[in-house]
């Protein structure tokens, strides 16, 4: 299986900061990455697919970027709405696998 | 616009079966393309995907699970279903049901997530 490691796992922010995300891939998935966000007590949404295609609807502050085993999720200026946890996925081999997840905690 | 519904017990006994059925509403099952899948999440922990089936039948597991898992369709109640044999409560988890297109791992939309625990 392509394992997937996110970092950091967590983190704290302000609002208006810019926070980056990052997930490496235990081997050469090209692009085939996917971002989601999970608020509590919800099931997660898709962010980005593609690793920088930004899903419709998904506010233009999100983007991502990477190739190959290397990928980040950036967030600038960080709203309210947005502090969450986020998951990696990889789609390039079965089985899927996500990564372990960031949490985006209010500083 | 296409819904995800979970159903199932909440509660299933040490070493007996856990079954979950999902609900496909405001669209057809049969699209072709589109990939039925499940996943789970533990308390407080991270995403496993368990596979897919198509309406046709055709299904992948992850092999983690495989030994136990089996999922079904029935295209006409719109509703596709996972079976997980043995449990333990290592089986504890939310289980959620999602759609995606030719396996590209973009799972949208989902269904709101059933949380079954294994527990004598």
């Known amino acids: 299986d392509i394992q997937m490691t996110q970092s950091p796992s967590s983190l704290s922010a302000s609002v208006g900061d810019t926070v980056t995300i990052t997930c490496r891939a235990s081997q050469d998935i090209r692009n085939d990455l996917n971002w989601y966000q999970q608020k509590p007590g919800k099931a997660p949404k898709r962010l980005i697919y593609a690793t920088s295609s930004l899903q419709s609807g998904v506010p233009s502050r999100f983007s991502g970027s990477g190739s190959g085993t290397q990928f980040t999720l950036t967030i600038s200026s960080l709203q309210p709405e947005d502090f969450a946890t986020y998951y990696c996925?990889?789609?390039?081999?079965?089985?899927?696998?996500f990564g372990g997840g960031t949490k985006v905690e209010i500083k | 616009q296409v819904q995800l519904q979970e159903s199932g017990p909440g509660l299933v006994k040490p070493s007996q079966t856990l079954s979950l059925t999902c609900t496909v509403s405001?669209?057809?099952?049969?699209?072709?393309?589109?990939?039925w899948n499940w996943i789970r999440q533990h308390p407080g922990k991270g995403l496993e995907w368990f596979g897919y089936?198509?309406?046709?039948?055709?299904?992948y597991y992850n092999p983690s699970l495989k030994s136990r898992v089996t999922f079904s369709v029935d295209t006409s109640k719109n509703q596709f279903s996972l079976m997980l044999t043995s449990v333990t409560a290592a089986d504890t988890a939310v289980y959620y049901c999602a759609r995606d297109y030719y396996g590209s791992g973009k799972f949208d939309p989902w269904g709101q997530g059933t949380l079954v625990t294994v527990s004598s």
């Open positions: 996925l990889q789609h390039k081999t079965y089985p899927l696998t």
């Open positions: 089936i198509y309406y046709s039948g055709s299904t």
């Open positions: 405001g669209g057809s099952i049969n699209s072709d393309g589109y990939y």
